[in-house]
């Protein structure tokens, strides 16, 4: 909360990070949110089980203001991850409205994030060609077809399908995810998009699938609802999506009534800078990867921004709400490690995050286990 001293100052008289906002009709109780990270604890149809319902209801008994889910496909050929959620078909409704109901039922706030994975598709799992916005060779060799222009429409029309789904099943959100070089980020990356067409070639061109995803999606769910973005603040690739460029984009999105923006970065080609990079964030000042990005966007976009990359002092995380360089902050290796860490935090337990950033828990899910903290079981058993 924000007052207006007698001398006209404006002095904060509580906590911003864990005071109420809104983001259109969504209240979260504070600024804190779960960032997507792929759970591997669907089943192989998509659907959501009783174990990835367990894995956000202890995140929002943790209360962490808003959880947004792993990435959900929104059509098989988009699956980029065994176990992976999808949000392709109706008969997936019934589990997904059981899991919302539970988050709620804890105290929860939850987003459906959609998302299609283009060249970086399992193919080995659908059965189905791969395709992107220009043809090409995948490292693994597989082949990768050049989308046709009906397959461009189905896809926006895929996405605004899925939003309308995740909107039947009680979801309080949607984020569209454009980053990390899946299907929407292909598009906008000069490094992926070769395309000669309206979908190709300048920015306004790279990035029309998107514009009309946004506005397919917002058809679909109404006004009141809200929409987030996850997109990158650059691609760390050479000839790649670049920070100037992510600025236009953000403009051309606000007009088109995103009502929050996820700014992260990275591909999976981006080498020590991927989304999920390797490496302890001893210091405080070697944390928090997409800074000068943020400031950037703050000087030319309202729309609130969640900042996502690199978080682990409670410190760090306030310095830079109450300098107005984020709305929220965004979490999720650490979130794997301490589903409790906000209300650590909230209860006065300002030690940072415990997550060491090594990547491990990802094995276990790429076992068929799910993801987990091995670190903290290993503590717990006196392994190490």
Not at 239 to 268: C, H, N, P, Y
Not at 303 to 325: C, D, H, N
Not at 355 to 371: H, M, Q, T, V
């Amino acid at each position: 909360m924000i007052v207006v001293a007698n001398n006209g100052v404006q002095e904060n008289i509580m906590a911003q990070l864990f005071e109420f906002t809104d983001i259109k009709s969504l209240t979260l109780r504070n600024r804190f949110i779960r960032s997507a990270t792929w759970e591997g604890m669907a089943d192989d149809c998509g659907a959501c089980t009783p174990q990835l319902t367990d894995f956000f209801c202890t995140l929002a008994r943790g209360e962490v203001g808003l959880i947004i889910t792993g990435h959900a496909y929104v059509n098989k050929a988009g699956q980029a991850r065994p176990l992976q959620l999808g949000a392709h078909k109706d008969s997936l409704l019934p589990e997904l409205e059981k899991m919302v109901q539970s988050v709620h039922d804890n105290g929860g706030k939850i987003a459906l994030q959609l998302s299609h994975a283009g060249c970086y598709a399992a193919t080995e799992i659908t059965g189905l060609d791969v395709y992107a916005p220009s043809s090409g060779e995948h490292e693994t060799g597989q082949i990768i077809r050049e989308m046709t222009h009906e397959e461009i429409r189905q896809v926006v029309v895929d996405f605004s399908e899925s939003a309308a789904r995740a909107q039947k099943a009680g979801f309080d959100a949607v984020q569209i995810h454009a980053a990390h070089g899946y299907l929407l980020s292909q598009f906008l990356s000069p490094t992926y998009n070769k395309r000669k067409d309206e979908y190709g070639g300048d920015l306004k061109n790279r990035a029309r699938i998107l514009l009309e995803v946004v506005t397919s999606v917002r058809q679909a769910v109404g006004a009141e609802y809200p929409i987030l973005i996850k997109i990158n603040s650059e691609d760390f690739e050479e000839g790649g999506f670049t920070k100037e460029e992510m600025l236009q984009v953000a403009i051309s999105l606000e007009k088109a009534g995103v009502d929050a923006m996820e700014l992260s970065g990275g591909t999976r080609n981006s080498g020590r800078n991927i989304p999920f990079r390797l490496g302890r964030l001893d210091n405080e000042e070697d944390e928090v990867y997409y800074r000068e990005a943020a400031k950037l966007y703050k000087e030319k976009i309202s729309v609130p921004l969640i900042l996502v990359g690199g978080f682990r002092s409670y410190s760090v995380a306030e310095m830079l709400v109450t300098e107005r360089l984020t709305d929220y902050v965004s979490l999720s290796r650490p979130l794997v490690r301490e589903p409790d860490l906000i209300q650590r935090w909230k209860a006065g337990d300002k030690r940072k995050a415990t997550c060491i950033s090594c990547n491990l828990c990802y094995k276990p899910a790429l076992e068929g286990k799910g993801i987990r903290c091995v670190v903290e079981d290993a503590l717990k058993s006196k392994q190490i």
